[in-house]
């Protein structure tokens, strides 16, 4: 399945072909799967697509009909003419009920391409042969190709899984790659791929490509760029070749015989069976490496290997995230800090009505969408990490691959092989953590401290929250002294749990869940005002500058605008219109004039803004010729957040408007030029967490508590280091 890094595209190309010699007949299907045998012959320069599919068909897929016969309906692109199928295929309507079992509205959507659907009555034996050609103007031209099952390039019978052997004809110096094992180009200038198993879809890119190719075990490492680039085709085949070794040893072995790097003949970030597919821009941002392009690599365990069964859930990208994204910080120390941004954005972002259970996520398609998604799933297996041990989710993660490889899976189907695992039944976990919406809010209180012998019992009761009943947590709770921390686990299953922890030296300070261990929604004043506090307000208040140039009213007022979205719904007043800022919404403060801003945002402990420059610590950026964007608490209400955005010149803010949302976890940040450019950013520190409760007499408690020190915690699993 293609999964988008960022946006997604919904493309599928077409070319015409030439004559290709016959293809011997396919394999039979297996059991369970259509088998596909395509011979492709792709012609850029007139965007056209010729195709012979001979396709095996189990009689599961198949419908009686009497007299020993069977139909078998499916679903093509309506530019690709059907020139001949053995038997003969009639069109039939596309209805509901055919469009359901693809995933598809019957309707249809604006990026979906028009579809007919056919029905051929198949004698005994099962297969069917299809000859189909046509041009189809979205994604192929002489820079490259692109053939998605999104543009229902080959018959689609339904949404389940397929096999597929290929062989694909292109123009001399093209490349052309598909998922499963094989060759781009051989000798005779043929493309050759066998799925090697069962996929969710069939994608063929490919484009004048150049090859590089090493090896890691059995496994053949690819690159393909478009222009000569031998060391940055080098630094993908380093990466690639400890990413597949680290994650053989984490989890089992690789499931294909290739993994590639294509670049795209536009931006996208797609990842395949086998391969991802990334723009020219985004394989050579220098972070790619260490961020999602393990993440990509390791989707061919997750999601491309062992399939989501649709109807159960997406839990494939948080695992894929937690293992990937999460591992990459967690092997540089900065594991908590990736979860706390975890839960910080969903603290932004999943407002009333947004939220759901991961029992019913599919896709992302915004913010709130990915917090629970991705983030809210990834914190999920971190917390069933912290339960089993780290020797134990290994255990599991190898069990759940191999038993699931080359199948679908559900939430239902994790919870079994943890069960298995662990030993235990965790209904009750999952039932709370799966199928229901909503998160945990903690709060503490301490009921005493008493000396006995030498030692401190400190007493506390932990509470829940949050509206409907209580979950099941397992809760990190820290007592720090003047030597070590000590940190204790409370099993919490009712609105309160008493508990007592007792140390050898007098305790200085009690803190609840302080590596941000536990999926909760995050109190404000554990975490920094930031700019996705604003973006994750449905009705945002924005003021504008009475005092400025017309040019420089409209350009705020376009720029707020191009912000108004069916989940945000902006009121925009001027500062003379607003005399007091309302104390239940986030406020954006625009322009440098704004008479509400001088209030609300003089120079501070955390920062100073003068006439010519922002100093925050030892950085520092002039405002000529820059974009100033500053997030501080509501003065009234620290759940809500006051944002100034102070723009040189109106030039800068179009690609500001684009580029903001994207920066959510930040506090400030500055941009310099009209496109324009970040140049610094970050977050303002948060000390006075209210599940942070200082234990100290109360003479003793002006002075600054210094924080615990916890031991590091030892990465999941560690990079190999490979020699050559």
């Known amino acids: ?291 999602s392009y393990p993440h990509e690599i390791l989707h061919n365990w997750w999601g491309n290997s062992v399939f989501v069964e649709p109807s159960g859930g997406n839990w494939s990208e948080g695992l894929t995230a937690y293992m990937a994204d999460h591992l990459m910080q967690e092997q540089r120390g900065q594991g908590e800090a990736y979860r706390r941004d975890t839960l910080q954005r969903y603290r932004s972002y999943v407002r009333e009505g947004r939220d ?132 204790s686990v409370v099993k919490s299953d009712t609105a309160a749990t008493p508990s007592t922890v007792t140390v050898d030296e007098r305790p200085l300070a009690l803190q609840v869940d302080p590596s941000f261990d536990v999926f909760r929604l995050l109190d404000p004043r554990e975490i920094p005002p930031s700019v996705g506090q604003i973006f994750g307000e449905p009705g945002v208040l924005a003021v504008l500058p009475s005092a400025a140039a017309p040019a420089e009213v409209d350009g705020y007022r376009a720029l707020v605008e191009g912000w108004r979205s069916e989940s945000q719904q902006p009121e925009i007043r001027t500062d003379v219109e607003v005399t007091a800022l309302p104390k239940d919404r986030a406020v954006w403060i625009l322009g440098r004039s704004n008479r509400l801003a001088e209030g609300l945002f003089a120079s501070g402990t955390d920062f100073t803004v003068d006439s010519s420059r922002l100093l925050v610590g030892s950085e520092s950026m002039p405002l000529a010729g820059h974009t100033l964007v500053l997030v501080r608490r509501h003065p009234a209400n620290p759940e809500r957040a006051i944002g100034w955005i102070v723009a040189d010149g109106v030039a800068a803010l179009p690609g500001l408007g684009r580029k903001l949302p994207h920066y959510g976890k930040y506090s400030w940040l500055g941009f310099a030029g009209d496109e324009p450019t970040n140049v610094t950013k970050g977050q303002w520190a948060a000390a006075d967490s209210p599940l942070r409760v200082d234990l100290r007499p109360a003479g003793e408690r002006r002075a600054p508590l210094a924080s615990p020190v916890l031991p590091p915690r030892k990465a999941l699993a560690d990079l190999p280091a490979l020699s050559r």
């Open 1 to 291: 399945m293609s999964r988008p890094l960022g946006l997604a595209f919904l493309a599928a190309v077409a070319a015409q072909g030439h004559a290709a010699p016959p293809m011997a007949a396919p394999p039979g299907p297996t059991a369970a799967h259509v088998r596909h045998a395509l011979r492709v012959s792709l012609d850029p320069a007139s965007h056209r697509l010729s195709v012979v599919d001979e396709i095996g068909l189990p009689a599961a897929k198949t419908t009686p009909t009497g007299a020993g016969a069977r139909a078998v309906e499916f679903v093509l692109n309506a530019a690709l003419a059907i020139g001949s199928s053995q038997p003969a295929v009639s069109e039939v309507p596309l209805d509901p009920l055919a469009a359901g079992r693809l995933g598809l509205e019957a309707t249809g959507d604006a990026q979906r391409p028009r579809l007919k659907r056919y029905r051929a009555v198949l004698p005994a034996g099962g297969r069917l042969r299809v000859t189909y050609a046509g041009a189809i103007d979205f994604g192929l031209s002489p820079l490259g190709v692109y053939l998605a099952a999104g543009g229902f390039w080959y018959p689609r019978l339904d949404g389940d899984l397929v096999e597929f052997s290929l062989e694909a004809t292109a123009p001399e110096g093209w490349q052309v790659i598909a998922p499963g094992n094989g060759t781009s180009r051989d000798g005779a200038g043929l493309a050759h791929w066998d799925s090697h198993g069962p996929v969710d879809e069939i994608t063929l890119v490919g484009g004048p490509l150049r090859r590089y190719a090493d090896s890691v075990g059995t496994v053949e490492t690819l690159v393909y760029l478009r222009q000569d680039d031998r060391a940055l085709a080098s630094r993908y085949l380093q990466a690639t070749a400890q990413y597949l070794e680290m994650y053989r040893g984490l989890i089992g072995p690789y499931p294909y015989g290739k993994f590639a790097l294509v670049e795209n003949f536009w931006e996208t970030g797609y990842g395949m069976p086998s391969f991802t597919l990334l723009g020219s821009q985004v394989i050579r941002f220098p972070f790619l490496l260490t961020s």
């Open 356 to 487: 759901f259970p991961l029992a019913e996520f599919r896709s992302r398609h915004s913010a709130a969408t990915e917090a629970v998604g991705y983030g809210k799933t990834m914190m999920l297996f971190h917390m069933l990490r912290l339960q089993l041990g780290d020797d134990g989710f290994r255990r599991w993660a190898q069990r759940f691959y191999g038993e699931y490889r080359g199948r679908r899976a559900s939430f239902a189907d994790i919870r079994r092989t943890i069960e298995a695992v662990a030993g235990a039944d965790d209904g009750r976990f999952f039932a709370d953590h799966v199928d229901k919406p909503g998160a945990a809010r903690l709060e503490v209180a301490v009921s005493g401290v008493r000396e006995n012998g030498g030692r401190f019992a400190v007493s506390f009761v932990l509470k829940q929250a949050q509206p409907g009943p209580p979950l099941l947590l397992e809760v990190p709770v820290l007592v720090q002294t003047a030597g070590k921390a000590v940190l």
